[in-house]
């Protein structure tokens, strides 16, 4: 029963193009998404979250958009710089359940030079 | 270093044997959790304790696996009896507040079990 879902195992982009990851969820509950990054032998660390009663929130390079009709948001990164090039974990958590984190499986970012 | 520690950083276990891994939480933080990632997968919640106190180990298998977070000293997740499963890498988390609230958990860098 996967509640949050990352459909694309990996996605290749050209440096300096957009870079788009996207992340499905069932439960309609959840009012916290988030947004983590991950390098191969390190811990993952948070990038940028979006709160349930905002459609889009933008750090730098780095914005989110939430469709909560369509139970869906992505990050884009733009431009896109070979630093990027990690696995993008989607998570989202509910107040119902405690706030208890549930992730996706992960899209694994590949900038080409 | 003030960010979340843990060690054995990678640890190698014959089946039966039991493992300990360990997790200092970043310096104020009093919420930890501990997360276990398989191969091509991603972070299942296993546990998340406050000092001394289990909150939630609803994501912890029933049997062989236990967490403490002692008043002193770090938070210890222990494999009893490991299996060939159990292979995988170990995160644990830390947080000032309760992490959904505000989004952000600081992770350590994993303990990767390796069971032979």
């Known amino acids: 029963d996967q509640q949050v879902k990352q459909n694309s195992p990996s996605l290749s982009v050209q440096e300096g193009r957009i870079s788009i990851l996207n992340c499905d969820y069932t439960n309609s509950m959840f009012d916290y998404f988030l947004w983590y990054k991950k390098y191969p032998a390190e811990g993952p660390t948070f990038l940028i979250s979006?709160?349930?009663i905002k459609d889009k929130n933008e750090d730098g390079r780095f914005t989110v958009f939430l469709n909560k009709s369509a139970k869906h948001l992505s990050l884009h990164i733009v431009p896109s710089q070979p630093g990027d090039s990690a696995v993008y974990f989607c998570a989202a958590s509910a107040r119902d359940s405690n706030y208890q984190l549930i992730w996706g499986a992960g899209t694994k970012l590949i900038i080409k030079p | 270093n003030a960010g979340v520690m843990q060690n054995p950083r990678h640890l190698v276990r014959r089946r039966g044997q039991e493992a300990r891994l360990r997790c200092s939480p970043m310096k104020g933080h009093s919420h930890v959790y501990w997360y276990r990632q398989l191969p091509e997968e991603g972070l299942k919640f296993m546990v998340y304790?406050?000092?001394?106190?289990?909150?939630?180990e609803s994501g912890m298998p029933k049997e062989r696996f236990s967490a403490e977070f002692p008043k002193e000293g770090p938070s210890i997740l222990r494999i009893q009896q490991v299996v060939r499963g159990d292979s995988a890498a170990y995160f644990c988390a830390s947080s000032f507040v309760l992490a959904g609230v505000t989004g952000e958990l600081f992770f350590g860098e994993g303990s990767r079990l390796t069971v032979l």
């Open positions: 979006i709160s349930s």
């Open positions: 304790l406050q000092k001394e106190n289990i909150i939630d």
